[in-house]
């Protein structure tokens, strides 16, 4: 399967703790997207990372990514209520022309206030 | 606002009888796909089309017909639904390129065959 895969599957923490997941994926890729969804909504989109980058950040996330090992890792500091969700790594594989999106089965964070 | 819509958002309906959910975006983007998400299957595609009459199978593609007469609608068709076709249903919709391929959602359409 191409499809990455997050760990922990299910991640409880408290408030003002940080969250780290992490996603591992079998194939090159072009890039990495990490997303978010709360309880049966629509997936949205938090950060983006290419290949040839190693970390990115944005506001309280922060992504690495190291192609060596075929992984990536989402952190989100000082965590809040309001975080509580599932999140998805996407790989868009390096060989596929359209860029086709890979999604794994998410990790389900809980921060208790 | 650029978005992606979908409709109905809840649906139950019973073993056979065709259904069609429908999806629009407003942002011109090129690709439109479809998924299904069950638990502890995380997200499958089911079709995606890559332009207006460009259609192709996903992942899971049977039981399941898609057309792209227009850019904007990427309707998703049931012909005969079965109970294993319950699910979560997402539209997605993004520009074509590999350099920036963000996808953006529709809010999803919970489907239960009877």
């Known amino acids: 399967s191409q499809q990455g895969e997050e760990d922990p599957q299910a991640l409880s923490i408290q408030e003002g703790e940080n969250a780290t997941m992490n996603c591992s994926y079998k194939?090159?890729?072009?890039?990495l997207q990490w997303y978010r969804q709360n309880s049966g909504r629509g997936l949205v989109h938090l950060i983006l990372?290419?290949?040839?980058?190693r970390e990115k950040h944005s506001g309280r996330l922060r992504v690495t990514l190291d192609t060596s090992k075929k992984s990536s890792s989402l952190l989100i500091t000082a965590s809040r209520a309001a975080d509580t969700a599932s999140y998805f790594c996407a790989t868009a594989d390096r060989g596929s022309t359209l860029g086709r999106l890979y999604f794994g089965r998410g990790t389900q964070l809980t921060v208790w206030p | 606002e650029a978005q992606v819509t979908q409709n109905p958002r809840y649906l139950i309906t019973v073993t056979g009888k065709k259904l069609t959910v429908t999806c629009s975006q407003n942002?011109?983007?090129?690709?439109m796909s479809w998924y299904r998400q069950d638990p502890g299957l995380g997200l499958r595609q089911i079709y995606y089309s890559m332009n207006v009459e460009v259609t192709d199978k996903g992942d899971v593609p049977e039981g399941y017909k898609v057309s792209r007469k227009e850019k904007r609608n990427f309707p998703l068709i049931l012909e005969s639904p079965s109970p294993n076709q319950t699910s979560l249903y997402f539209c997605?919709?993004?520009?074509?390129?590999?350099?920036?391929?963000?996808?953006?959602f529709g809010p999803g359409t919970r489907l239960t065959v009877l």
């Open positions: 990372i290419r290949s040839n980058e």
């Open positions: 194939t090159s890729i072009n890039n």
């Open positions: 942002m011109n983007h090129e690709y």
């Open positions: 997605a919709s993004r520009t074509l390129g590999l350099l920036y391929n963000e996808q953006f």
